[in-house]
């Protein structure tokens, strides 16, 4: 049985932590949410003061970055992994508007990227695991076995996020999370370093009509035609 490298990238709440999840469960692989780690430094910033609106301490944080401890652990109530930030399980906290809106301005730093991208690339040593994020085809795992890039349009994406955050302690508006998405997806994609782009051996997948099950049965197809004896 071979193991696999799956690489899922997208633009913002295109459902690739979803798809990701699902996928990981049908192969018996792991699931790592590249996301989470850029999400869990952006709060360690926020909680020490070292961001002012939109400038962030850049000395500051990178002297620090040896103190900051990021690993995953697998929750079996949720049956996935959950990303825990100097000890404390921080997986609801990141997903907060007040994360959302710096995220991008923290991974947009050079030193911050080449910390997380070393990370997941030791995640991704023993393979059998699926990795969602922004670069993961492109720069984290280039070699990936299988590399899908999920989109569809920001007004879609923005009503499903809507939606998740409903179901939270701290709603937004929908007019707030659309220009949240809008303001990442350009953040995203003209920074310097790994900026979000496909890369050019990934198979686009558009899911604005999809299910999450649909999504999940196309990809697999996918993967059983081309490695029959992954699973
Ligand atoms: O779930 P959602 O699509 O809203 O975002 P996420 O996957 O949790 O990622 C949050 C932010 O982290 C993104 O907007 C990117 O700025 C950054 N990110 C990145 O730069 N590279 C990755 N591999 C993953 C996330």
Redesign the pocket.
């Known amino acids: 049985m071979r193991k696999l490298i799956i690489a899922i990238?997208?633009?913002?709440?295109?459902g690739?932590?979803t798809l990701a999840k699902l996928l990981a469960k049908s192969l018996g692989y792991i699931h790592i949410?590249?996301?989470?780690?850029?999400?869990a430094i952006?709060l360690y910033v926020i909680e020490n003061k070292m961001i002012d609106g939109g400038n962030i301490d850049e000395e500051s944080l990178l002297n620090n970055l040896d103190s900051i401890d990021i690993h995953f652990e697998y929750n079996p109530e949720t049956q996935q992994n959950e990303v825990f930030l100097n000890g404390e399980n921080v997986e609801k906290k990141?997903?907060q508007m007040k994360v959302?809106s710096k995220?991008?301005?923290?991974?947009?730093i050079p030193e911050i990227?080449e910390h997380?991208?070393n990370l997941?690339r030791k995640l991704g040593e023993s393979k059998g695991i699926v990795?969602?994020?922004?670069?993961?085809g492109t720069?984290?795992f280039p070699k990936a076995d299988i590399k899908i890039f999920l989109t569809t349009s920001a007004e879609i994406?923005a009503k499903r996020?809507y939606n998740e955050l409903l179901k939270t302690e701290q709603p937004s508006t929908y007019e707030e999370v659309l220009e949240n998405?809008a303001e990442?997806?350009r953040?995203?994609t003209q920074?310097k370093v790994?900026p979000?782009r496909m890369a050019e051996d990934a198979i686009l997948v558009d899911n604005g009509e999809l299910s999450p099950q649909q999504t999940l049965q196309i990809v697999l197809q996918l993967i059983n035609e081309r490695f029959p004896n992954s699973h």
């Open positions: 990238d997208g633009y913002s709440s295109t690739k932590s949410d590249s996301g989470a780690m850029y999400r952006t990141i997903r959302s995220v991008s301005l923290v991974a947009k990227r997380a991208v997941q990795m969602d994020g922004r670069d993961i720069t984290v994406r996020r998405i990442r997806d953040t995203d920074r790994s979000l």
